[in-house]
């Protein structure tokens, strides 16, 4: 089955620095990759999504890329603020079906 | 938060009882999804449903029944609950949006298992 792993576990920076965390998975057959951020005593809420016909997307300061021959994918946020920091958490699926998470990023970022 | 409640939002019980969980949606989606979220697994899938009456298991289904007898509610019971099974409870939908399908999440159930 499908198996996806989180790099770092934590992350540090100062405010208005930027921020990458990496992913790779392990089923070639997959094809959708949120990714979601989590503040505490809440649910994941989905920050950004991507599909395997596209290799990036944006939105504002947040970016995903997609390597499908390597099968890894990154979340990039530029222009870090405080209300940056939270844990995140990437995901791959076939068909937006049954997710596969990371064990999840903690970002922090400094004033 | 796509319409989603979940009920309780905290609950404490005691090793051997029975629990119910309940997910509540109000816009009528058909795919449901409960996982569980505990430190160092990220959230892992326990059941699933693809509409009313048809469901399936998950990775992590041990311990666990799913019933979903109407549309809007999807309902988790542990049987008879342990101590492994203290964790943070989370519904999801799958939801069409402008992009495509995706998964949106409920605010979560935190359970303590004594």
């Known amino acids: 089955g499908e198996n996806v792993e989180q790099h770092p576990s934590t992350l540090s920076v100062q405010e208005g620095d930027s921020a990458v965390i990496k992913c790779t998975y392990s089923d070639s057959a997959s094809n959708y990759f949120p990714w979601y951020k989590q503040e505490l005593g809440k649910g994941p809420q989905l920050i950004i999504d991507?599909?395997?016909?596209?290799g990036e997307k944006k939105d504002q300061r947040i970016a995903v890329t997609l390597n499908k021959t390597a099968k890894h994918f990154s979340l990039h946020i530029t222009e870090t603020q405080p209300e940056d920091s939270a844990v995140y958490f990437c995901?791959?699926?076939?068909?937006?079906?049954?997710?596969?998470f990371g064990t999840g990023t903690r970002l922090q970022v400094f004033p | 938060d796509a319409g989603i409640t979940q009920s309780p939002r905290h609950k404490v019980t005691e090793t051997g009882t029975p629990v119910t969980l309940r997910c509540h949606q109000t816009?009528?989606?058909?795919?449901m999804y409960w996982y569980r979220q505990d430190p160092g697994h990220g959230l892992r899938l326990i059941h699933y449903s693809y509409g009313v009456k048809d469901t399936d298991k998950g990775e992590v289904s041990d311990g666990y029944s799913v019933s979903r007898s109407k549309t809007e509610d999807f309902l988790l019971t542990l049987e008879s609950a342990t101590s492994s099974q203290t964790s943070v409870y989370f519904c999801a939908i799958r939801s069409t949006g402008g992009t495509g399908e995706t998964q949106y999440f409920g605010p979560g159930t935190r359970l303590l298992v004594l």
């Open positions: 816009e009528n989606h058909r795919y």
């Open positions: 991507i599909r395997s016909n596209v």
């Open positions: 995901a791959a699926s076939y068909n937006t079906d049954k997710l596969i």
